[in-house]
């Protein structure tokens, strides 16, 4: 039984006023009113929630009509199910680079969502976890979740704004971005994980960018940034940005190749496409857009 809407308002969840820019609100308001099937229904296959896309090869057989007897609802929970697999070998992959890491550590995140990265984190490794969101929505029903879990006591969600969190200098042995960087400039986002990490500790983002040897963005990553009413960066500024904030690249791994299967698999689910798996697609394919995880220890 999955977490209800009517379940997060059972606790309080920590807020800090911070100032909004236009442009921040729009996407706080984007996020409380975002109910995307891709998102929900993909949680509710174990109850972790994720706002990322996935990696890995597609098991094809799930868009198999089980055995000709036009089982359509079964073959959309067995699509839905591959989805949520492949997103979640993502979080995995993410969550494998910020180690090793020990249960007395603290780890942050950033543009959390509905919190799924988080407990994957605090799963694997044992340790505290603190998730910064926008969206007082989806605050609430990460901290549901967390409670639920009976893990609240370790994993916490805060509504907050990640460039400003007021959360304490120095207190974090490592911190993450998962498909968040691309709604808040670059500097101001890695001067506040410089400000949390202690020194030493480890910085990960995976992430979608435009390649700057291809030219200017392209018409589908105008067409991305106008669906999810974001700004793509250019790959070049994220390792100017992190050289400015004292975070330094220890891998780089191009993961364009690895998502590609995971769009090819969204576009032929027809209870959860959105209408942007073409250009994600195209992108992918012209070599103007690319799928990157950067991991950075901070100096």
């Given at each position: 039984m999955t977490v209800t809407e009517a379940d997060t308002t059972a606790a309080p969840v920590p807020t800090q006023a911070t100032c909004q820019s236009t442009y921040q609100a729009r996407v706080a308001d984007y996020w409380n009113a975002e109910e995307n099937p891709v998102n929900l229904e993909l949680g509710k296959v174990d109850d972790l929630y994720h706002h990322h896309y996935g990696v890995g090869d597609v098991d094809w057989s799930?868009?198999?009509?089980?055995?000709?007897?036009?089982?359509t609802a079964r073959r959309r929970d067995r699509i839905t199910a591959e989805l949520h697999r492949l997103e979640q070998a993502q979080a995995d992959l993410l969550a494998?680079?910020?180690?090793p890491l020990s249960p007395a550590d603290r780890v942050f995140d950033a543009g959390c969502g509905r919190g799924g990265g988080s407990v994957v984190a605090h799963l694997r490794y044992g340790c505290h976890a603190d998730g910064v969101t926008i969206s007082r929505k989806q605050a609430d029903f990460a901290h549901a979740q967390a409670r639920k879990r009976s893990i609240d006591d370790k994993v916490r969600y805060h509504h907050r704004n990640m460039l400003d969190t007021g959360l304490p200098s120095g207190a974090y042995a490592a911190s993450?971005?998962?498909e968040s960087t691309m709604y808040v400039e670059l500097d101001l986002l890695f001067a506040e994980h410089a400000r949390l990490l202690r020194r030493g500790g480890?910085?990960?983002t995976i992430t979608g960018c435009f390649n700057d040897a291809y030219g200017r963005a392209?018409?589908?990553v105008s067409l991305i940034n106008?669906?999810?009413?974001c700004d793509i960066h250019p790959r070049s500024e994220y390792f100017r940005a992190m050289a400015r904030n004292r975070l330094v690249p220890v891998h780089v791994q191009d993961l364009t190749a690895d998502t590609v299967p995971y769009w090819e698999l969204r576009?032929?689910?027809?209870?959860?496409?959105t209408g942007i798996e073409d250009a994600f697609l195209s992108a992918y394919e012209n070599g103007s857009f690319q799928y990157l995880l950067i991991a950075a220890d901070r100096v």
């Open positions: 799930v868009l198999d009509d089980d055995r000709g007897r036009g089982d494998s680079h910020l180690g993450w971005n998962n480890r910085y990960v392209s018409r589908e106008a669906h999810y009413i576009k032929q689910a027809d209870h959860l496409v």
